[in-house]
């Protein structure tokens, strides 16, 4: 009798651990089944990227509104692409020149900007973007700069140009960040070229200066996300990386700088966008609306240190910050955080790349790693 | 009737590989012979670009017999002196040495990161301890840290880390099951205990070191976070390479698939040569 319960147990622990596993790896496929449109339970799978929003929002937007959310995080904008194909996500928040390719090959849905009214609120220079011209597909969810994250201890005098991603005199102390449209782009702005170029030539020098520091031992290491803890115990001087995250690592190490160098940077747009094939439209657009409200907005500012587009959010982030830190905000980081448009005129975007370029760029990457 | 039995037992196995494994597989196959789209097709290209990435492959390779063989120097002997050792330190070594497998992976290897990086706590207790100032002394030098953290031998240590206990238990459980009227009787015959081990203990535990060795060696050389972690990304292997062809910066799991597919080639022909060699050997020794 004893070893009958035994195996009961055994036998119901696996299964329920076989089938949590199953329903945590996949929320999107559990989703597409249940519920299609009004009949049974309402629910919105979200795909962003780690870190990248106040986690109370979430549970919030259920009880507000009773959808369930299923929220998964991705990688990177490839890692997402690459994602796509099996998994059933309603939302995602792509990168501009992802967004576009996502555009060109049909798999967005066009938004009712009736069922988003906090659209509104969007700040204009946000709208209209290159990547989606007419402002068919996107609700734009957080911007910013990509730029060089010093440790003002570790170098001699201040960085101000990107020249410092390749110069042996730090060998050993430069973290590249490690993807292609990065990593290249960096070595296209040294050079002075475009970082939307398809010239092959000029590619082919960017992968060379690349090369040439990885072979002269300029690069500590190729991180993503490893750069936090590299960067905030001085394990690297210098690194490439977004403006946003320099904000949290500096709450760790108050040492590090951060300069956007003077041959101009790229800015990104990171926007949400809905899946062409989502059984959740509606949930989808409540959700993107929830996230544009000035006063989640303003959360997500300050829980991921990314300036939010919303105006209105953008205006009294300081006010806020006062509030309920007790201190003002220094301006100059919020400066870096949320940086002026004469800044963003010395940047520039990263566009979708033609399929030839694209694939160059795959083959100069993985031949930058071997 | 025995027979029909145990094939009806064996069906949800046949089923899970069917499902699991075989189909899988047919799959890489297939994409490693297909285009990139959009041109599709039947193609070879896939593979003619294999020549380019040889260096990885040797890198690799190279990197996972150096692991395996650290792994076997180090596991035989404790699963040697483990074996001989009565039942109850057994369970305290064999809980020590699966206790550090309760954990993720990942999070063991961000904390060798944290030891060992420029500043992490190895090189802050060399510091401390004034190793840096001795050896500048002596040689003149001018060190202020090792560099351990993205050297290839942060990556053997990665995978020695993870990997040994799969060397230590099967050793240890063929060692286990050696029959002592076997070693009686080749002390009577007058062999010393060097002797015996040669002659008898290490011939009779190889099935265990082969399993040992495959279990080490296979994991190792398709090994992708390790070699990133350790690596610093400077060291980029095998399964790296495959990541980056569908999940990294570069979306093309045709190649993918096509690396995918020779690296398994090549395992399994080490393997084959291996078990052949043990074979071998075993039948020698028992003659």
């Not at chain 1, 959310?69 to 994602?83: F, R």
């Not at chain 2, 040994?164 to 002592?180: E, G, N, Q, R, T």
């Not at chain 2, 002659?199 to 082969?210: Q, T």
């Given at each position: ?20 596993g ?65 998994a ?41 973007l290159?990547?989606?011209p ?7 969810y ?50 002075g070229?475009?970082?939307?170029t ?25 991180v ?23 904000l ?45 409200s ?35 905000l220094d ?28 694939n ?11 | ?67 395996t ?35 993720n ?85 007058g ?85 052949r ?11």
């Amino acid at each position: 009798m004893k070893k009958m319960t035994a195996f009961a147990l055994a036998t119901s622990l696996t299964l329920g651990l076989l089938l949590s596993g199953c329903a945590m790896d996949d929320p999107a496929s559990s989703g597409s089944q249940s519920s299609n449109g009004g009949s049974g339970k309402r629910e919105v799978n979200v795909c962003s990227w780690g870190e990248y929003i106040d986690e109370d929002l979430i549970g919030e937007f259920e009880e507000a509104t009773g959808i369930k959310v299923n929220y998964t995080t991705a990688e990177s904008n490839e890692a997402l692409y690459a994602k796509l194909a099996g998994a059933n996500y309603d939302v995602i928040v792509p990168s501009d020149y992802m967004i576009s390719q996502l555009i060109e090959e049909d798999k967005l849905a066009e938004l009712n900007y009736d069922n988003i009214p906090n659209f509104s609120k969007i700040d204009d220079r946000f709208k209209n973007l290159s990547y989606d011209p007419e402002n068919k597909y996107t609700v734009p969810y957080t911007w910013g700069t990509l730029g060089i994250i010093y440790n003002s201890t570790m170098v001699d005098e201040p960085i101000t140009s990107w020249d410092a991603m390749f110069d042996t005199k730090y060998a050993g102390n430069v973290l590249m960040i490690n993807n292609s449209r990065d990593a290249l782009g960096i070595a296209l702005m040294d050079l002075g070229y475009s970082v939307n170029t398809d010239n092959k030539d000029e590619l082919q020098q960017a992968y060379d200066l690349l090369s040439k520091a990885k072979f002269n031992g300029v690069y500590q290491g190729f991180v993503m996300d490893e750069v936090f803890q590299k960067m905030e115990q001085s394990n690297a001087a210098i690194a490439a990386y977004y403006a946003g995250d320099y904000l949290t690592m500096l709450e760790n190490n108050p040492d590090l700088k951060y300069a956007v160098p003077e041959e101009g940077s790229n800015w990104f747009v990171d926007a949400m966008c809905v899946l062409k094939d989502s059984q959740h439209k509606e949930e989808a657009e409540e959700w993107i609306n929830f996230m544009c409200s000035t006063d989640a907005c303003l959360r997500n500012m300050d829980a991921i240190w990314y300036a939010s587009p919303n105006t209105e959010a953008l205006e009294k982030y300081p006010e806020y910050y006062e509030e309920t830190y007790g201190e003002p905000l220094d301006p100059e980081l919020y400066a870096i955080m949320a940086p002026d448009q004469s800044v963003l005129d010395n940047c520039e975007a990263y566009l979708v790349r033609p399929m030839e370029t694209r694939n160059l760029y795959s083959d100069l990457w993985t031949q930058l790693g071997i | 009737m025995k027979k029909n039995k145990l094939s009806l037992f064996s069906i949800p196995y046949v089923i899970w590989m069917a499902l699991f494994v075989v189909a899988p597989i047919i799959m890489v196959v297939i994409y490693a012979f297909t285009a990139a789209p959009p041109d599709g097709g039947f193609t070879l290209d896939n593979f003619a670009r294999m020549g380019s990435y040889a260096v990885v492959f040797a890198r690799s390779f190279k990197l996972a017999l150096i692991a395996t063989l650290v792994c076997l120097l180090i596991g035989y002997p404790v699963a040697y002196f483990m074996a001989k050792e009565g039942p109850s330190f057994q369970r305290v070594a064999m809980m020590i040495i699966m206790l550090p497998m309760w954990m993720n992976f990942l999070l063991r290897t961000y904390s060798w990161m944290a030891i060992l990086e420029k500043n992490g706590f190895l090189n802050q207790f060399f510091s401390a301890i004034g190793l840096f100032n001795l050896i500048n002394s002596i040689f003149g030098t001018d060190i202020t840290y090792f560099k351990m953290i993205g050297t290839s031998g942060a990556v053997v240590l990665g995978m020695v880390y993870n990997y040994l206990p799969f060397m230590i238990l099967p050793i240890y459980s063929v060692i286990i099951k050696l029959d002592h009227s076997l070693l009686e009787a080749a002390r009577d015959l007058g062999a010393n205990s060097a002797a015996v081990f040669r002659r008898v203990i290490f011939p009779l535990s190889l099935p265990g070191i082969l399993s040992g060795v495959t279990m080490v060696f296979v994991p190792s050389v398709s090994t992708f976070a390790i070699s990133r972690m350790m690596g610093g990304g400077t060291q980029m292997m095998l399964g790296d390479l495959i990541e980056l062809q569908f999940l990294g910066g570069a979306y093309n799991p045709y190649l993918g698939s096509a690396i995918a597919l020779v690296m398994m080639i090549i395992v399994v022909i080490c393997m084959y040569v291996m078990n052949r060699f043990g074979e071998g050997e075993e039948e020698a020794m028992l003659l």
